[in-house]
């Protein structure tokens, strides 16, 4: 569904003169499937969703999804960023509703599809609510169904966990998993934690150092659906050892491409 063929990334910047992010980056993720990146800061991880969204237009190279050359932001497309980035003067709901606003369709024959997700992500009794009367956590929830009250085709979540602890980051890693087992999109995910990358995805997609390249792909043998005792299964500790590896010394994943 998405390829990214030779695909570089230039910034122009004025004290540097040009950064470049992404060099010669080929990646291909497949329909339904669960893609995470890793690797170290800077490497262009967010720059790929960014490409994949039609945000940014690359600077060499093609990103296509479905064989059409992206040029734009597609409808098919939910973003959830690092933070839930919600409006404080909407409730919950209209929170969630707002893509279908942006898209230019009236919000009305989509809040049954609204209240459906906030029940899902357990967010029901809050429908009314307003952001700053939510943990950070449920407004991450928030943002999640956000992201898939329009059902597009394609996810892309960059590092949403990031600011949460760890307890609340498993849960909704798991929470995650629930909903995309039931949806089947196919969902690029950003992460810099190893375990949540092995514990989630398919695949883990290996980032080297800028200018970024794919030091190596690691196909991810764990039955589904997943759980967090997983972590201790002897394959999870041989792919996030191989994953580890790559970021550290590059070269070629064993798991394959």
């Not at 890693?173 to 514990?199: N, Q, Y």
């Not at 080297?208 to 500790?237: H, M, N």
């Amino acid at each position: 569904m998405i390829q990214l063929d030779a695909v570089s990334k230039v910034y122009p910047t004025r004290r540097k003169g040009a950064v470049q992010a992404l060099a010669r980056l080929d990646l291909r993720v497949e329909p339904g499937e669960f893609v995470t990146l890793v690797g170290p800061s800077g490497c262009g991880k967010s720059t790929v969703l960014k490409l994949v969204s039609g945000l940014l237009a690359p600077s060499a190279g093609r990103v296509t999804i479905d064989g059409e050359t992206v040029r734009g932001p597609r409808r098919e497309m939910g973003f959830v960023f690092q933070t839930p980035v919600l409006l404080p003067w909407r409730t919950v709901r209209d929170n969630v509703l707002l893509p279908i606003e942006m898209l230019g369709q009236s919000p009305g024959p989509h809040r049954a599809r609204a209240e459906d997700l906030l029940e899902q992500v357990g967010l029901s009794d809050f429908a009314t609510a307003h952001p700053w009367e939510l943990s950070g956590g449920m407004q991450q929830r928030v943002g999640i169904c956000r992201a898939l009250i329009h059902d597009p085709a394609i996810l892309l979540m960059d590092e949403p966990f990031a600011a949460l602890d760890a307890m609340t980051r498993e849960s909704l890693g798991i929470e995650l998993l629930r909903i995309w087992e039931e949806r089947r999109k196919v969902v690029l995910f950003v992460t810099h934690s190893i375990a949540e990358a092995v514990l989630l995805a398919d695949r883990v997609v290996v980032m080297t150092p800028r200018p970024g390249k794919i030091a190596g792909v690691v196909s991810i043998d764990l039955p589904r659906p997943r759980a967090i005792d997983q972590q201790y299964d002897d394959r999870f500790e041989v792919a996030a050892r191989e994953v580890r590896r790559l970021i550290e010394h590059g070269g070629e994943a064993n798991g394959g491409r």
